[in-house]
């Protein structure tokens, strides 16, 4: 698999993740699944939105406000959230104010971890298919 289709599966499975879990744990924040559809789209667009916000606000804040460099994972995420309930597409909702303060730090926390741990479970795979194909071709 190509290094940038990998990473880009990752950054997917880690948004859905996260969402996934926010859904589950607060009650403000709801995914839609009779609109699957829309929560899709909203994997996709957050996950686009995640990757270009990030940078541009962490450039912002070393040019502006300094002391918010430590949050910028969260804030970006929120960001990004706050896009995605503003698009007309359905598939998640966010309704009270416990859903918008915890929701970017569940969802944050849970697609950090996965961006760990995802590229470490692919990477044992990868090794260990290419080890047996190695060992394949040395038995012909």
Same mark, same amino acid.
């Given at each position: 698999?190509? %290094?940038?289709?990998? #990473?880009t599966l990752i950054f997917l499975a880690s948004s859905a993740l996260g969402l996934i879990v926010a859904d589950l744990l607060l009650t403000g924040f709801t995914i839609? !699944? +009779?609109? !699957? !559809?829309?929560f899709v789209l909203c994997v @996709? /667009?957050? $996950?686009? @939105?995640?990757?270009l916000l990030a940078p541009w606000i962490? +450039?912002?804040?070393t040019r502006y406000a300094p002391a918010l460099l430590g949050g910028i994972g969260i804030i970006? $995420?929120?960001?990004? %959230? @706050? /896009?995605?309930i503003l698009l007309p597409i359905g598939g998640l909702r966010i $309704?009270? *104010?416990?859903?918008w303060i915890l929701g970017p730090v569940v969802v944050w926390v849970i697609t950090a971890l996965? $961006?760990?741990? %995802? *590229? @470490?479970? %692919? /990477?044992? #795979?990868?090794? #260990?298919?290419?080890?047996?194909?190695?060992a394949a071709a040395k038995k012909r």
């Open positions: 698999m190509g %290094l940038f289709f990998m #990473r839609e !699944w +009779s609109k !699957w !559809w829309g @996709l /667009i957050f $996950t686009v @939105l995640q990757s962490a +450039s912002m804040a970006s $995420t929120f960001a990004a %959230l @706050l /896009i995605v $309704t009270d *104010p416990l859903g996965c $961006t760990v741990v %995802l *590229p @470490l479970l %692919l /990477i044992k #795979r990868e090794v #260990r298919e290419a080890a047996a194909l190695k």
